[in-house]
């Protein structure tokens, strides 16, 4: 089940002498719906693909799981979507470790947010918490540029923003937090330009808050489908690759993440995610 190959990016001593502080469960970009497939878009098989992940988080014993966004596809009425969302959270709430979810636009494409959580049984869709003295933050860039929360199709998906209120609130996160060690987790992308399709429209100001911060090592995203990678200004940036893209058990991704007390992180890829390592 082993995916891509690793990209190295550790110096020095091996990680394996030091200890793990939290294991992470990742996975992204489900698209569960009961309809046939679309293009490339396989949706009945996110479910099966899902047991698979299942089986190997069981053994991997995480403190907790992320599903980075898109956990549904969109349906043509709320009661079609709150099925679709009710069958797979039954799947993803029986991994093991605590559960969080980023809103993906998706998600929300029939259904509002408060719907989508009170499923999922999430009181916030952004807020962050802490484990074994490593920072966690989920993000929410289900807005429009007028700050307009995504809801029954009133949004494009190209159009994905953070707002200023959840900006502020970021930037105090991260300026009151203790820990120097931080993990972001978002659906749209943080490491283009704010042009580009798949990013977050104000993305440059977002790598502002975190390079600024100086405490964010990472950033794991979902969205644009695909293994990718960039490091900017010190924070590693890593889209991973959906489970809903292509037939069968060998066109699934989903990985481990830990981080270690030296401070080196470790994504163990699998099926067809990349796997990486860095201090």
């Known amino acids: 089940m082993q995916g891509g190959s690793a990209l190295l990016l550790v110096g020095g001593n091996s990680f394996a002498e030091s200890k793990s502080l939290v294991r992470v469960g990742l996975v992204t970009d489900l698209h569960h719906a009961d309809k046939d497939p679309r293009g490339s878009r396989h949706y009945r098989e996110s479910l099966e693909k899902l047991d698979e992940a299942k089986k190997l988080f069981t053994e991997f014993d995480p403190d907790f799981v992320v599903e980075l966004g898109d956990l549904i596809d969109a349906a043509e009425t709320v009661e079609t979507e709150l099925g679709y969302l009710e069958t797979v959270h039954e799947k993803f709430v029986s991994l093991p470790g605590e ?36 920072h966690f933050v989920i993000l929410d860039s289900c807005f429009l540029s007028d700050g307009t929360p995504y809801r029954r199709k009133n949004f494009k998906w190209t159009d994905a923003n953070i707002p200023q209120a959840e900006l502020d609130w970021f930037k105090a996160d991260l300026d009151s937090t203790e820990s120097e060690q931080v993990i972001v987790f978002a659906h749209q992308r943080l490491d283009l330009e704010d042009s580009e399709s798949h990013t977050v429209k104000n993305a440059s100001k977002v790598r502002s808050i975190l390079e600024g911060s100086g405490k964010v090592r990472a950033v794991f995203q979902g969205h644009s489908h695909k293994n990718d990678h960039h490091e900017i200004n010190g924070t590693h940036y890593v889209t991973l690759v959906a489970m809903v893209e292509g037939s069968g058990a060998e066109n699934s991704g989903y990985s481990t993440l830990e981080v270690f007390s030296d401070g080196t992180i470790s994504i163990d890829g699998h099926r067809k995610q990349n796997g990486y390592t860095w201090k």
Do not use: A, W
Not at 111 to 133: A, C, H, I, W
């Open 99 to 134: 559960k969080h979810y980023v809103l993906g636009n998706h998600c929300v494409d029939t259904l509002t947010k408060s719907e989508f959580l009170k499923v999922v049984r999430q009181e916030k869709s952004y807020y962050s918490f802490d484990k074994n003295g490593v």
